[in-house]
């Protein structure tokens, strides 16, 4: 998982393990044979394409052990991945000290979730992924028991096991992980909470830091070009053609990197943590800036300055205001009221 130079990870996780009181829980029933457990599970994504839930083993949980090093004990947090249709679940285990322990593949027939609570037959076979090593597959003798035992026929068996071996095969890859386990990390738990709860929020936030990531993407990028033009050229002396390269690079590179940093494809887009935006935050940074642009006497020396500001806190603002009306069908009144403040203190300015 890298090494955690900010402790982003262990603030993740502890924010992980604060569930909400309003959060949904599902009810997950786990067949194996004759034996049935049921898990009680937060419910952090329920699209129709992947389902994402949280469990955190409690102080009652006896310990599980998985191999010779890896034991899951209470305190444990699991993130489970489950395709609908799909024969197989993923989940990604860690430690109550907040350490990732692997990824565990569970072969199961495709699960039913039509209704609560959810239906998982286990079929014995399972690939384990640990943190540090290779895979490796777990509880053939238990799925050679089930055989004996006529709870499987050997038809399905063979099926099982051919699909443990692809699925172990695959894990030998760098990039095996399915893009919901990889874009969905325990990180990621805050986010989702805030999709699940409030997605016009979630979506507004999400775009809004993707601009501000993608200006500090050209600033840098604008900076190194200047430096190395400054170093090398006469292009900030004399009006020529270093003068005309060194405009035209800036734009190439603001125009290459707008596609990458919109669509979350560069390291600061990926937004791991909670917005540092919402509308009512932008409501007091548009206010207040309405006041100092107000409380100006001579606006045209500063309108070169707050146009840029204001033009991009209304900007947001009508981002918000159309992701609340589009996702949570809501009349986003702060988002709507600093789009109003904008355009006022433009005219204003102008």
Not at 227 to 246: C, H, K
Request: hydrophobic letters at 50%; charged letters at 20%.
């Amino acid at each position: 998982m890298g090494f955690d130079l900010f402790g982003v990870r262990r603030r993740a996780l502890r924010a992980a393990r604060r569930i909400p009181d309003t959060a949904p829980f599902v009810d997950v029933g786990v067949h194996r044979g004759a034996d049935i457990k049921r898990f009680r599970q937060e419910l952090l994504a329920d699209g129709p394409e992947l389902k994402i839930t949280l469990q955190l083993l409690d102080a009652g949980c006896p310990p599980v052990r998985i191999d010779d090093s890896t034991t899951l004990r209470p305190g444990s947090l699991l993130m489970w991945y489950l395709w609908p249709g799909k024969p197989f679940e993923i989940g990604a285990f860690h430690h109550a000290r907040g350490t990732f322990q692997g990824y565990y593949i569970n072969l199961i027939r495709p699960p039913r979730m039509e209704s609560p609570p959810w239906v998982i037959e286990d079929l014995y076979l399972d690939v384990w992924v640990p943190a540090d090593g290779r895979g490796v597959l777990l509880d053939e003798e238990e799925l050679r028991a089930a055989v004996e035992r006529g709870e499987l026929s050997a038809r399905e068996a063979g099926e099982v096991r051919a699909l443990g071996g692809r699925l172990l095969a695959a894990t030998r890859r760098s990039r095996w992980l399915p893009a919901g386990v990889r874009c969905w990390p325990v990180e990621m738990v805050p986010a989702l909470r805030l999709r699940r709860d409030a997605p016009g929020t979630f979506h507004a936030a999400r775009i809004s830091g993707r601009i501000i990531a993608y200006g500090l993407y050209v600033m840098g990028a604008a900076s190194a070009t200047s430096m190395g033009f400054a170093a090398f050229s006469d292009a900030f002396l004399v009006v020529g053609p270093a003068q005309q390269i060194w405009k035209v690079t800036i734009l190439c590179e603001a125009l290459l990197l707008a596609p990458f940093a919109l669509s979350g494809r560069l390291p600061a887009t990926r937004w791991p943590q909670q917005p540092l935006l919402d509308e009512r935050s932008l409501f007091v940074a548009t206010l207040a800036s309405g006041l100092a642009v107000l409380g100006l006497n001579s606006r045209a020396e500063w309108s070169e300055v707050l146009l840029p500001v204001y033009g991009t806190l209304g900007l947001f603002s009508l981002i918000f205001a159309v992701s609340r009306c589009w996702f949570d069908r809501e009349v986003p009144v702060f988002a709507l009221a600093g789009v109003g403040m904008t355009l006022l203190a433009l005219v204003f300015l102008l």
